[in-house]
């Protein structure tokens, strides 16, 4: 029987993970990434029940939400957890250029939903751009090879770079880097500009206020992004062999401010539980808050777990991050009605002194974790060593989402040896340790059933960022990426440092 190699790559990864303005705008790109990166999985194992996934081991639970809208799990997935390069072992018949169709597809099937939901009254000029980027965003890289241990056939093929992306003319989007956006005004019109995307909000389509801000001029990819969630269920495409279908995805994800302000809430609703006073008090303060966020619960179901006790406060729960911040509040860019803003600062000083002394104002800081696994790229050269790590790194990836939960942080990815959370500052450290010991564990348990050549010698690096939350998240991240480097390299060196703050 004929036996190939096929390697897979996705791309581009930071650029579509990285530009963003939201935690929810990370989150998205890191979950379509491993979304489409899972349908070229299934592509690949449709086409011949012996064809199989060598690294990293696929989810079985993910395929089985991929084509039946459900799987074994009662939860959907709700993270990234794929990674965007895979290899697989195939067979005689295998056509990859059906993987190439199964992914360009899957984006174009869920990019229409959104189109037709939200645009299809719109003109001609917004459907050619739209049209434009969603066919050319995508980098598909591949090759086969018949060597089970070329490790580097597909980073040799993606060094042959053929991919070229559109001439964007007019005005580019707030988002993504030099990507147009959707009105297709030539030049920058305020007037027409603000009129375009008024429109579109004013057409109250489900959570469109929430997740399309004032003065936000987003392109395809960047509207996609922020507006997948309302649609994502209703993904139903045929493939080649299967169909691909959507589940219903949380919209909920908690902003910078509102993971900076976690513990002073929890601790806020605990003393109301306790005090008419104070219950009255954030009554009053969450009345004013509303009404100055414009009616808008822009944290509804972000689910950190020391809340989950007062979930009978929703409505106080789900308030805008920034309204707990008098810097936040005071800030005429994110709120331009200062005098009803004053009015919260009032009802927030007035709650903050019915506070026992214990209970200091929220400080506005949060904390980023990035976390990569060391030397496991050349390990795995090493074909007797794959099936170890393989395994050890699907154990893993299965552990990491409790753990971020456990410690009230929001995962923006797990898959492989890679994570990225974000977390309260209170938290951040006991979570690092906690997923380091895990990685550990799961290694050294692996390697007692293991023989002495093929053992995996393991070790995590992690990287902390203490951020302000007016900081653009994507510097944050871009900081946390140049610690994670020295903190590898310094694993290098020395293995008594592996922790960059």
Known sequence: MD???FHFSLAPVQGFIAQARRTRDFWTGSFLLSWLSAVAMKAVLAQNENNEIIFP????????????????????????????????????????????????TAWKALADKV???????????TKE???RQVKAYWELSWVISDDPEDS????????WRSYLPPIEPGVKCMMMDGWQELSGIPKPNADELTAFWKKLRDKNNKGIKTDLRVNEHLCAIAFIKRRFVRYFHQVNQSMTGWTLRGWEVNAGRPSVAYMAAVHWLEQVLKEAENDPRISYQLRLFRYRAFRLTKSQYNEWDNQIDCLKPY??????????GNVFFESALENVNIYE?????????????????LLP??????????AVLMMDGDSLGKQMSDTDKQPAITKGLGDFTACVPDLVKEKNGFLIYAGGDDVLAILPLENVLSCALAIREKYDRIFAELNQLLDEKVKVSTSISAAVIFAHIKMPLTKVLKNAHELLDEAAIAEKNSASLKFKV
Request: aromatic content about 10%; overall charge neutral; charged content about 35%.
């Open 115 to 125: 189109y037709e939901g939200d645009l299809i009254a719109v003109d001609e000029i």
């Open 3 to 5: 036996i190939k190699y």
């Open 357 to 366: 002394d214990n209970i200091k104002p929220a400080t506005p800081f949060y």
């Open 57 to 104: 081991e696929a989810d079985k639970d993910y395929l089985l939400w991929l084509e039946h809208g459900k799987g074994k799990s009662k939860n959907p997935p709700e993270h990234g957890c794929v990674p965007n390069r895979f290899k697989a072992r195939v067979y005689e018949g295998f056509d990859p250029l059906i993987v190439v169709k199964a992914v360009n």
């Open 311 to 320: 979930t009978k406060h929703r409505k106080w729960l789900a308030l805008d």
């Open 152 to 159: 580097s056939a597909l980073d040799v093929r993606k060094n």
């Open 337 to 353: 009605d200062q005098n009803m803003a004053q009015q919260v600062i009032k009802e927030l000083k007035d709650l903050q002194k």
């Open 129 to 131: 751009i739209w049209d």
